[in-house]
């Protein structure tokens, strides 16, 4: 069974930074890309970031140059590096895999306010 569990919200001021985490288990990890999802309240779930089992990357235009994703296939762990982060980031981040697993996460909330 599918298991994603996200971590490293929490409340940041404007300017500053959060690293999330994804451990993923309960399927072949390093053969999937992996993905970063954010839900802001009466929005949309949006795509923020992705990376291929080669290690492609790809970013929502809105976090080109402030986020950072990576992954660790030996952990089975996908990380987000956010920095410079703005009040508009302020959402609930996802990770899946894609295709997306039908079982999401709890998700992990990031709220960016002074």
């Known amino acids: 069974q599918v298991q994603l569990v996200e971590s490293g919200g929490g409340l940041a001021q404007p300017g500053g930074s959060l690293r999330l985490s994804c451990a993923a288990s309960g399927f072949t990890f390093r053969a999937y890309t992996m993905t970063w999802y954010r839900q802001a309240p009466g929005k949309e779930r949006e795509r923020v970031a992705l990376i291929t089992n080669a290690g492609a990357i790809n970013y929502a235009d809105s976090v080109k140059g402030r986020f950072t994703i990576s992954r660790d296939n030996l952990k089975n762990m996908v990380y987000l590096q956010m920095n410079s982060l703005k009040p508009e980031d302020t959402a609930v981040y996802y990770c899946?895999?894609?295709?997306?697993?039908?079982?999401w996460g709890q998700g992990t909330q990031v709220t960016v306010s002074s």
């Open positions: 899946n895999r894609d295709p997306a697993a039908a079982n």
